[in-house]
Every structure is written in structure tokens, then in C-alpha cells.
């Protein structure tokens, strides 16, 4: 079968991308995490007497292992059928990431299988902050 | 000779399908069709430890059923004709193991179903056997961590996308008087359209199932008024939409006797994407609604036509397109 007829066959039934709808529920829910993070960065300060830069690593660190704990139940996929981009935010999807990778994988060995999917993240993270080092 | 046209057997001994087995996880347990399968679990683990363990107890489970209402013994076997979604086959291999039938695994993706129960009519049909056992099945789960993305992995599927049907099937194939005949099968070829899209399998299959309804119906001179019903098995809305406008191209008018299992399988609002998929989609649907459809009398005769998508996702990162395959297989209703 020629692949450009069964191409245009097709097209016509293939069901449409809503990215409008799809655009404003990342912009919420995204919008949401951050100022669940804001006010989160806040009460640090606030009850901790945490300065800045101590309070953004709090935070991020309680956002990640939040999305850590999410997984399981499956509500953070859910969240991100939902939502797409809006909570594909880095630092709690590699969360995700590297929980559900270790949870599906676990049986066959966890260390292994941690960066099964995340691997990829791990060696852009690290080729770009070595190429961005020789210019700093 | 038993061989008519080019691609397509017609039985002319009376061979049966003496009876069947279905077992269903939650999701399917809470669709349409729930009342029409013979058991149901309500957690996806199925009381196992694994995913791959799960669709293992189902198959088994599916097999122990079908025996029960047949009230057949293990030894009565002859032969297990069997094969599922995962790799080297496993679940069929350990079922077997468990079994002790003398086995032949086969696959062909979700059209395993049928080209089981192909094989076994053939086997029955040549008197190679007296009694053969044919199952299948697939796991959400296991299926979804195999070809796709850990299952609680936050990701965006596209509506195209398929949901891996949880559940176990068998059939028992004989010349034990039944219900259901077995009056023709249709082998198909492997097509390829040229898709590439892992979540759009659907797509993929459509002209496979097309091809293979194009041939039958050429190889038997008939029309698509022979059948009151024309089933596909797993192309799910998308797929079903393109296989029906491309058989119009094709002078077949099928209309309101087509139906997709994958579509049946689950509500709209169960969020399952195109609908069903894997091995299991159409066994189940099958063997639990359809034939009860043909007990009822609702349904005289039908072409059942499974879809399987030949997927490897090492194939598709080496940047090549998805295969697909067809067998249908026509069971008319026998009133005793």
C-alpha cells in the first residue's frame, strides 16, 4: 500500500487537537502548582525564618517528593492527562518520572531501572551544564 | 478442496466451538458488557504480585472456566493453541507449562484470537485432533510498561490512543455439537499504510482489517449481506471510522452491521481514549457478548475479524512503520 494515499485516506477521521482548551488548562493548573509554591516559599520564611535561597530549595524539594507521593495512586498521571504542560513543570515531572520508573520496573531490579525512562534527562542535563560551564 | 479463492478456508465438516471462557479486570468489569463476561476482577493485580503474573491468572483462569462449562477434563485436550502480547509469548509458554497440553504458541498480535482459532478448526477440520484448546489474553498493565511508558507516568495521551484491554479468553474447538459454527476463515496479509504513530493504532490497522474483509468476501463470492454482522476487533473509533469509509471505496456497504469491538468495550465517559485494544479486546467481546447475542437469537451468522498491529517499539526507534494483520474467521449460530 502506497504510504501517501492511505496517508490522505486518513487524515480526514483523525479526531482534533483541542489546544486551545488544552493551553488554558496547562496555563491553570500550572499556574496553580506555582502558587501553591509561592505561598509555600512564604511560610517558610515565615515559620522557619528561612532566606531566600534556602526557601526556593525547601520548596523544591517538598514540591518533588509531593509529586513522589502522587504517583502511586496514579492521580499525578491523571493530573497530567488533564492538564498536559501544565504539570509537566520540570521538577515535579522528573519526580514522576523517576518514581513510576522505579515502581513499574521494581520486580526485574529497582537501581537499574530508575533511569529508564529519565535516562535521557540525566545525559541532556549533564552534556548542557558541561557545554554551558565553558562559557561561565 | 478446503481451500476457496486464495486466502480463505471453508469448513464443510461441522466444527464447533464447544464452549468458551472470559475473565475481565476492573475497568472492563465496569463497562457496557459487563454482565457478559463469565468473571470479573476488581483490583488489576488480580490477587498476583506482577502485572505479567495478573494476565498469567487470567489466561489460566479464562482456560478453567471454558473446561468447567464445557464439562470437559484436562487429558480430553489434544492440543493448547495460544499466544498473548508479550515478549517470546510468556504468558501462553507458563500457561502451558502449568497445563501440561502439548502446545503450539502463535501470534500475531491482537489477532491472535482468531488465528488460534483458525489453527484449531484447521486441526479439527484435517482430524488432527479431537479436541483443541485455544486462548489469549492481554493486561493493561503488562501491555502499557511493554510497548509504551510506565503506567503511572504523567504523560498526555492523544484521544487517537487505545486502551490494553485486562482479560483472559478460551475457546474450545471440537466436533461437539453447539451453538456456534465455525463456516470459514480468512487468513490475511501483513499490511503496512505507512503509520508510525505508537498512539494511534487504530490507524495502523484499518487497511489490514480492509484487506482481509476485501478477500473474504472476493474468495467466497459473497457480499456484505452474507453476515448480519461484520466485527472488527481493535481499531476503536478512529480506525473503525477509516476501515468503514475505505470498505465503501471498496463496494462493500457495511453500515449498521459493522461493529468494532474496541468501541463496545468501554463507555465514552470511562476515559478510555479510541476505546480498546490487545489481544483480549476482541476475545472477550467475542466470545462473551457476541455469542451470547447468537444464543439469543439476535445474531444468525457473523464475521469476526481480529486486528493486530505488529508493533515493536525497537522498530520504531530505528525509525520504521507499524505492520499490521487481519484474520477473520465466520461463525454462524446453530439452533438445536
Not at chain 2, 489460566?60 to 464445557?70: F, Q, R, S, W, Y
Not at chain 2, 456456534?180 to 476463515?185: D, M, T
Request: hydrophobic share 45%; with cysteine.
Amino acid at each position: 500500500m502506497q504510504k501517501k494515499t492511505y496517508e490522505s485516506i486518513a487524515q480526514p477521521f483523525q479526531p482534533s487537537v483541542p489546544y486551545v482548551m488544552n493551553a488554558m488548562k496547562a496555563f491553570i493548573v500550572g499556574g496553580l502548582i506555582c502558587l501553591f509554591a509561592q505561598l509555600l516559599m512564604d511560610a517558610y520564611r515565615f515559620f522557619f525564618s528561612m532566606e531566600g535561597e534556602q526557601a526556593v530549595r525547601w520548596v523544591n524539594g517538598t514540591l518533588m517528593v509531593a509529586a513522589a507521593l502522587f504517583t502511586p495512586s496514579g492521580f499525578y498521571r491523571k493530573m497530567t492527562q488533564f492538564s498536559g504542560a501544565g504539570a509537566l513543570v520540570p521538577m515535579t515531572s522528573l519526580a514522576n518520572i523517576w518514581t513510576s520508573s522505579a515502581l513499574e520496573y521494581r520486580k526485574e531490579g529497582l537501581s537499574e531501572h530508575v533511569f529508564h525512562v529519565g535516562g535521557s534527562i540525566v545525559v541532556t542535563a549533564v552534556v548542557a551544564t558541561y557545554i554551558a560551564s565553558l562559557f561561565l | 478442496m478446503k481451500l476457496t479463492g486464495k486466502q480463505t478456508w471453508l469448513f464443510e465438516n461441522d466444527i464447533y466451538i464447544e464452549e468458551t471462557g472470559t475473565v475481565v479486570g476492573p475497568k472492563e468489569g465496569e463497562g457496557p458488557l459487563r454482565h457478559q463476561f463469565d468473571r470479573t476482577y476488581e483490583d488489576l493485580y488480580c490477587e498476583q504480585p506482577s502485572w505479567e503474573l495478573a494476565e498469567r491468572q487470567l489466561m489460566k483462569e479464562a482456560i478453567e472456566v471454558c473446561l468447567e462449562k464445557a464439562n470437559v477434563r484436562k487429558e480430553a485436550i489434544d492440543f493448547f493453541v495460544a499466544g498473548d502480547l508479550l515478549n517470546q509469548n510468556v504468558t501462553a509458554n507458563y500457561v502451558a507449562r502449568e497445563m501440561g497440553f502439548p502446545f503450539l504458541g502463535v501470534f500475531g498480535a491482537c489477532s491472535t484470537v482468531m488465528e488460534a482459532l483458525l489453527i484449531g478448526a484447521m486441526l479439527i477440520d484435517g482430524q488432527f485432533a479431537r479436541r483443541v484448546l485455544t486462548a489469549t489474553s492481554s493486561h493493561y498493565g503488562a501491555a502499557e510498561r511493554q510497548f509504551r511508558f510506565p503506567t503511572t507516568l504523567g504523560v498526555q495521551k492523544a484521544n487517537s490512543a487505545a486502551w490494553t484491554v485486562t482479560g483472559g479468553a478460551a475457546a474450545l474447538v471440537s466436533k461437539q455439537p453447539s451453538p456456534f459454527r465455525i463456516r470459514a476463515a480468512t487468513a490475511g496479509k501483513v499490511i503496512d499504510g505507512g503509520s508510525d504513530n505508537p498512539l494511534n493504532m487504530g490507524t495502523a490497522m484499518a487497511p489490514a482489517a480492509v484487506d482481509t474483509i476485501r478477500q473474504h468476501f472476493f474468495d467466497l463470492q459473497l457480499d456484505e449481506r452474507a453476515y448480519d454482522l461484520i466485527v472488527t476487533g481493535d481499531l476503536g473509533k478512529v480506525g473503525s471510522i477509516i476501515a468503514k469509509q475505505m470498505l465503501k471505496e471498496e463496494g462493500l456497504e457495511v453500515g449498521e452491521r459493522y461493529r468494532d469491538c474496541g468501541v463496545m468495550i468501554y463507555h465514552s465517559e470511562q476515559n478510555a481514549f479510541a476505546g480498546g485494544s490487545g489481544c483480549a479486546c476482541c476475545a472477550v467481546v467475542t466470545y462473551g457478548h457476541l455469542f451470547n447475542e447468537m444464543k439469543r437469537g439476535k445474531v444468525k451468522n457473523m464475521l469476526i475479524v481480529a486486528t493486530g498491529a505488529l508493533f515493536s517499539p525497537t522498530m520504531i526507534k530505528q525509525k520504521q512503520t507499524i505492520p499490521s494483520i487481519a484474520h477473520a474467521v465466520a461463525i454462524e449460530a446453530v439452533s438445536r
